[in-house]
């Protein structure tokens, strides 16, 4: 966060040297805020209609395309879920140590648990409640945590590691996936969407980051596959959530498209919306957000986001490699 006077101060014209413009006014900033407002967006326009199935969601709304409310968590218009908080909750650790660190995410995750947020996954909880007795922010390795709780909550590390080596990303990306989703599925599609969100940034092509990207992911991991049949009501499993996010992402051409398609497949879809959200805020940018849905989120929420958004991209100029 930045007080006036810090505004002021940092933007007065200096004598003899150029002044870089503040990061809210940057292209870069514009897209990472799209970014974090698009998770943001998805998941509370996906909690609506989450675990219905398409049928389902047809016929108790038609298209599911407003940002209404309601859903089993019986939420308010705007009112976001873990996917949001669970990803603040990280970049507040992360801009507290300057970096990622996984005792300081695997804290902060416990203090957002046991602040009784609106929704918590098994895993997470189960992870974290055995953090709590360990003191070990790195969860055992295990073949039945594929889920995407670790997926979900991305976002921050693909901005705090913008520019960075490769390999150090991936590290990062692992230190606060190991708290609760220690499994070598979460652990691909984590350092994927990571990948992917810094190349939109970056402002590479669609078709460039689906085959070097997704495609990958698929190579390296077949059960990624997602071009063949379509993946409706996809489950909390996280290749399922990723074969519907980017059939979603790639089949459609503007955000406001992706996110419709994406939730109104119903299943996991606070968590497709988010993480759809997500990229398609990173490749479209902010002023592809239907106006509408900026202004039904949550403003304590928006503006949560917009801060870390600015906070986290300002730390990759700290951190430059």
């Known amino acids: 966060m930045f007080w006036t006077g810090e505004l002021i101060a940092r933007t007065a014209p200096v004598r003899g040297r150029a002044v870089p413009p503040p990061p809210w006014l940057s292209p870069l900033f514009g897209k990472?805020?799209?970014?974090?407002?698009?998770?943001?967006?998805?998941?509370?326009?996906?909690?609506?209609?989450?675990?219905?199935?398409?049928?389902?969601?047809?016929?108790?709304?038609?298209?599911?395309?407003?940002?209404?409310?309601?859903?089993?968590?019986?939420?308010?218009?705007?009112?976001?879920?873990?996917?949001?908080?669970?990803?603040?909750?990280?970049?507040?650790?992360?801009?507290?140590?300057?970096?990622?660190?996984?005792?300081?995410?695997?804290?902060?995750?416990?203090?957002?648990?046991?602040?009784?947020?609106?929704?918590?996954?098994?895993?997470?909880?189960?992870?974290?409640?055995?953090?709590?007795?360990?003191?070990?922010?790195e969860a055992p390795p295990s073949e039945h945590d594929a889920g995407n709780g670790a997926a979900m909550r991305v976002l921050p590390v693909a901005l705090a590691c913008y520019g960075q080596a490769e390999d150090k990303t991936i590290a990062a990306s692992r230190a606060q996936a190991h708290v609760t989703h220690h499994n070598p599925h979460s652990d691909a599609a984590c350092e994927t969407l990571i990948l992917m969100v810094q190349d939109f940034l970056a402002g590479r092509d669609a078709r460039e980051v689906k085959e070097q990207r997704a495609e990958a992911l698929v190579r390296q991991h077949p059960v990624f596959a997602f071009d063949k049949k379509r993946r409706d009501h996809p489950s909390g499993y996280v290749v399922e959530t990723m074969q519907a996010v980017l059939q979603a992402l790639f089949e459609t051409n503007s955000f406001e498209e992706c996110l419709i398609d994406v939730v109104n497949r119903g299943g996991d879809a606070d968590t497709t919306g988010a993480i759809a959200g997500m990229l398609a805020g990173a490749r479209y940018g902010l002023d592809a957000i239907p106006k509408r849905w900026?202004?039904?989120?949550?403003?304590?929420?928006?503006?949560?986001?917009?801060?870390?958004?600015?906070?986290?991209?300002?730390?990759?100029?700290?951190?430059?490699p």
Not at 299 to 311: E, M, N
Request: with cysteine; aromatic share 4%.
């Open 32 to 137: 990472a805020s799209a970014a974090y407002l698009g998770l943001a967006i998805g998941d509370a326009l996906g909690a609506t209609v989450e675990f219905l199935t398409p049928n389902e969601i047809r016929h108790q709304h038609g298209v599911h395309r407003d940002i209404t409310g309601g859903g089993w968590l019986r939420l308010k218009a705007g009112q976001v879920t873990d996917d949001t908080t669970m990803s603040l909750a990280l970049g507040d650790a992360i801009l507290a140590r300057g970096c990622v660190e996984a005792l300081a995410a695997a804290k902060a995750f416990d203090a957002w648990m046991r602040a009784r947020p609106v929704d918590i996954g098994n895993t997470v909880r189960r992870n974290l409640i055995t953090f709590r007795g360990s003191g070990n922010p």
């Open 294 to 320: 900026l202004k039904s989120i949550d403003q304590g929420i928006h503006q949560a986001c917009t801060r870390q958004a600015a906070d986290l991209i300002a730390l990759t100029r700290v951190n430059k």
